[in-house]
């Protein structure tokens, strides 16, 4: 069956440093990989996607790559502020306008 | 930017009592969704609407769950008769037409709690 998984434990870094996040998946052959951001109480908001034919994706801090023979997509947060506080989710994305599934996401936290 | 407004914020009902949740999409999308996300778990998808007819559902989606787009600006979730685990929140979402692919365009959902 098809599965997305994210690291499950809080991810809790110092203001400055850079983050990374993970996202894997399975029985998905994904034409895009997409990322949200999501506040507590909130609707996911869009963040970045990035096709199959992308190494690499940039927009400000943050950075997307992509790697479809690992089945991996690593999301970058450099800088990073406490206002980056949030839980990220990523969504293998087939193409069309089909349902995007979302994996559980990561809560990131950024200290002082 | 424009953005998907869903009513009400919180609604509290009782188990048993139908409910009738609101999404305005964005004007010029044509896909639109519903998604829920039950306290401390993932957002999960529910259906997909597109030309006025249901495009694809979950296992969740059953009978007591419908949707409607009743004229050229609503979207809505109806739950016929509410169950004390359909309390989450509930998410809409719409899609425009773009090259490439697009993203999904959230609301900030409703809180629906059953009694």
């Known amino acids: 069956s098809q599965k997305i998984e994210q690291n499950s434990e809080a991810l809790n870094i110092q203001e400055g440093k850079t983050a990374t996040l993970t996202c894997n998946y399975t029985?998905?052959?994904?034409?895009?990989l997409q990322w949200y951001r999501q506040d507590p109480g909130r609707g996911p908001v869009f963040l970045l996607l990035i096709r199959e034919n992308e190494k690499e994706k940039r927009k400000e801090r943050l950075k997307v790559t992509f790697d479809t023979t690992l089945k991996q997509s690593l999301f970058h947060i450099t800088a990073s502020q406490p206002a980056d506080s949030a839980t990220y989710l990523c969504?293998?994305?087939?193409?069309?306008?089909?349902?995007?599934?979302f994996g559980a996401g990561t809560r990131l936290a950024v200290h002082p | 930017e424009p953005e998907v407004t869903q009513t009400p914020s919180h609604q509290v009902t009782q188990m048993g009592q139908e409910v009738i949740l609101r999404c305005v999409p964005i004007s010029n999308h044509l896909y639109f969704y519903w998604y829920r996300q039950i306290l401390g778990q993932k957002v999960e998808f529910l259906v997909s609407f597109y030309n006025n007819e249901i495009s694809e559902k979950s296992e969740i989606f059953d009978d007591q769950f419908s949707v409607e787009r009743p004229d050229g600006s609503n979207f809505t979730l109806k739950i016929r008769s509410t169950k004390l685990e359909d309390s989450a929140m509930y998410f809409c979402?719409?899609?425009?037409?773009?090259?490439?692919?697009?993203?999904?365009?959230f609301g900030n959902g409703t809180r629906l709690t059953v009694t």
């Open positions: 979402a719409s899609r425009g037409q773009t090259e490439g692919n697009s993203p999904l365009h």
């Open positions: 969504a293998p994305d087939s193409g069309g306008y089909n349902k995007l599934i």
């Open positions: 029985n998905y052959s994904p034409a895009y």
